[in-house]
């Protein structure tokens, strides 16, 4: 069968849609008359709401959903029943607590997504924003609390049976000692879509052209170029830091290809080391480790926990 629906980011791994996106209740018109029928109504139980005399029964509810929303709704719940199974097999349990902390990770993760889409600066702001629309952060977080609770227990399920796949070597740990606090290199960089972009940008850089100008109208790499084209500093040991290990101050590199584009770096300056002794900060270490290796890991191992398993669909797929 097509298993293309495992192609997808991390978010949507263990859930279904987003909840960083905060949808306003729109008034109706006063004279329409609108009424949702709950559990507790003595309506007809496939009856979900009533307009203007007019029943709309769960079933077309369902049929709107399904055509809307079907596949994708039906591939979370396909993953994360693999995931239970999994989960089961191997032993795995959940305390309450676990479950309380993750579910707390998921609302500031959404809630801080929802504040860099909209360019909000902190929660206070947030706070305003939303009492603009009738609500409040509170509110928000509360409801996300309990839309998250399944979501927060699969990702815990998940994250325990790929963590005992992983083991942390000394040299993993020395690895991730040096990139942290290691020494860093300081440079600018322009990102091109193409190696013959970025041939000529190499060609007019080595003329003397201005690479801040450049990576301001030029670089796709919009991060780095509404800097002035300034990378976050990076350690020697890194991929991209290999490259350019052997540079001084002022010189500029080749072009370096990555999955992100074809790269040109100029080196700006070195910052010393910290001074922070390894079995410091090893524990730290492992847990970075652990955690980097996980996310690295996640996504293969769903696939082919997917890809192995036994799979058919009874709904009508596009």
């Given amino acids: 069968m097509n298993k293309k629906y495992l192609i997808l980011p991390m978010a949507a791994m263990f859930s279904f849609g987003s909840f960083s996106t905060y949808h306003q209740s729109v008034s109706a018109n006063p004279d329409t008359s609108i009424v949702l029928v709950s559990k507790e109504s003595k309506e007809d139980k496939d009856v979900v709401a009533i307009v203007n005399g007019q029943k709309i029964t769960s079933n077309e509810l369902y049929e709107l959903l399904l055509s809307s929303y079907g596949n994708e709704a039906l591939d979370v719940l396909i993953r994360r029943t693999l995931i239970n199974q999994e989960a089961r097999k191997h032993g795995i349990s959940l305390t309450t607590k676990e479950v309380e902390n993750k579910i707390n990770t998921l609302v500031q993760r959404e809630v801080n997504a929802l504040m860099q889409t909209y360019k909000i600066e902190n929660e206070a702001d947030l706070d305003k924003e939303l009492e603009k629309i009738g609500a409040n952060l509170k509110e928000f977080k509360d409801k996300l609390t309990k839309k998250l609770v399944k979501e927060a227990e699969i990702e815990l399920r998940a994250e325990k049976v790929v963590m005992k796949t992983i083991s942390v070597s000394e040299?993993?740990?020395?690895?991730?000692?040096?990139?942290?606090?290691?020494?860093?290199?300081?440079?600018?960089?322009?990102?091109?879509?193409?190696?013959?972009?970025?041939?000529?940008?190499?060609?007019?850089?080595?003329?003397?052209?201005?690479?801040?100008?450049?990576?301001?109208?030029?670089?796709?790499?919009?991060?780095?170029?509404?800097?002035?084209?300034?990378?976050?500093?990076?350690?020697?040991?890194?991929?991209?830091?290999?490259?350019?290990?052997?540079?001084?101050?002022?010189?500029?590199?080749?072009?370096?290809s990555t999955n992100y584009g074809y790269h040109i770096i100029k080196i700006t300056g070195r910052k010393t080391g910290s001074d922070k002794k390894f079995d410091t900060v090893k524990k730290e270490l492992e847990e970075l480790v652990r955690e980097k290796k996980y996310r690295e890991r996640l996504r293969p191992w769903l696939v082919n926990l997917v890809e192995s398993a036994s799979i058919t669909k009874k709904i009508a797929t596009d």
Avoid at 174 to 187: N, R
Avoid at 228 to 234: A, I, N, S, T, V
Avoid at 237 to 245: F, L
């Fill in 171 to 256: 040299e993993d740990l020395q690895e991730a000692y040096k990139s942290i606090y290691g020494e860093k290199i300081e440079a600018q960089q322009i990102v091109l879509k193409t190696k013959r972009e970025a041939e000529e940008a190499l060609e007019k850089l080595r003329l003397g052209a201005d690479i801040t100008k450049m990576a301001k109208a030029q670089s796709i790499d919009r991060a780095s170029a509404s800097r002035d084209g300034k990378m976050l500093p990076f350690s020697p040991e890194d991929d991209i830091g290999k490259s350019v290990a052997h540079l001084k101050p002022g010189e500029l590199s080749g072009i370096i």
